[in-house]
């Protein structure tokens, strides 16, 4: 778990930012030296078998990949949703 966020609605929700190290393995590096990955559906199926047991236990969650965070517009996609998930859990009216 990344970020845990505890919303005024009391809604429990986590955040995840998954790199490659989430679904791959490094590669011995190339003759350049660059580092290149394999995926390992073993890890894709932990994560996902972990996000179903928090869900279970109440929990929302969202992922963003770690590429989409390096891309020019990811500053505007990161506020948009955080608007969005806290318009959602406004702390209820009494």
């Known amino acids: 778990?990344?970020?845990?966020l505890l919303a005024p609605d009391r809604a429990r929700i986590?955040?995840?930012v998954d790199g490659v190290?989430?679904?791959g393995r490094p590669n011995p590096p190339d003759d350049k030296g660059r580092i290149t990955h394999t995926a390992v559906p073993r890890l894709?199926?932990?994560?996902?078998?972990?996000?179903?047991?928090l869900r279970l236990a109440g929990y929302e969650i969202y992922r963003f990949g770690g590429w989409e965070l390096t891309q020019p517009h990811a500053e505007e996609l990161v506020q948009d949703f955080f608007t969005e998930l806290l318009a959602r859990h406004q702390k209820p009216a009494l």
């Open 14 to 16: 986590v955040i995840e």
């Open 44 to 53: 894709y199926a932990e994560m996902v078998a972990e996000d179903r047991r």
């Open 1 to 4: 778990m990344d970020f845990l």
């Open 21 to 23: 190290q989430h679904y």
